[in-house]
């Protein structure tokens, strides 16, 4: 009796490690799981630029002559340089902005509403 728990117990083990698993990646992919955020460039869209755009679009020859170092530059970019369209590429699209697999779902989902409330600073 003894020895045909173990492969139960075993079996019942890895399936919920698998379901947990589950879980997370839901959580990790799923759109809706954002937290809801006025974005404010002071709050939010600084630290997001500034960790995953500047490395390249600063100093004195920035990539695609594109600076964003600053209120001013990112709000011309979104306005005449596309950066909405590029940060909402599919992965596989060579354009997509930053180019080593794109933003998070969150801070993309903060770029996009931070755009369509027009930009606010504080
Ligand atoms: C690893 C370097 C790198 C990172 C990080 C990066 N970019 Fe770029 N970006 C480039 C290069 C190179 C170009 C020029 C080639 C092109 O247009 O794809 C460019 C071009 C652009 C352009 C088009 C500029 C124009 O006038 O056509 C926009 C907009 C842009 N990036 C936005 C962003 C944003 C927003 C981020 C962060 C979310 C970001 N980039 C992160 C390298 C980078």
Request: with cysteine.
């Given at each position: 009796m003894r020895i045909h728990l173990f492969p139960i117990l075993f079996i019942t083990a890895c399936l919920a490690l698998f379901s947990c698993q589950y879980n997370v990646e839901s959580v990790l992919y799923g759109s809706s799981d954002c937290p809801p955020i006025e974005a404010t460039y002071q709050m939010h869209i600084?630290?997001?630029?500034?960790?995953?755009?500047?490395g390249c679009h600063s100093g004195n020859n920035p990539s695609g002559g594109?600076?964003?170092?600053?209120?001013?530059?990112?709000?011309?970019?979104?306005?005449?340089?596309?950066?909405?369209?590029?940060?909402?590429?599919?992965?596989?699209?060579?354009?997509?902005?930053?180019?080593?697999?794109?933003?998070?779902?969150?801070?993309t989902e903060a770029l996009l509403n931070w755009v369509a409330n027009g930009t606010p600073f504080e």
């Open positions: 600084a630290e997001i630029i500034e960790n995953h755009c500047e594109l600076l964003l170092t600053n209120y001013d530059h990112v709000v011309a970019a979104s306005s005449y340089s596309g950066l909405a369209d590029r940060i909402q590429l599919p992965l596989s699209d060579p354009n997509i902005m930053p180019p080593n697999g794109g933003l998070s779902a969150c801070d």
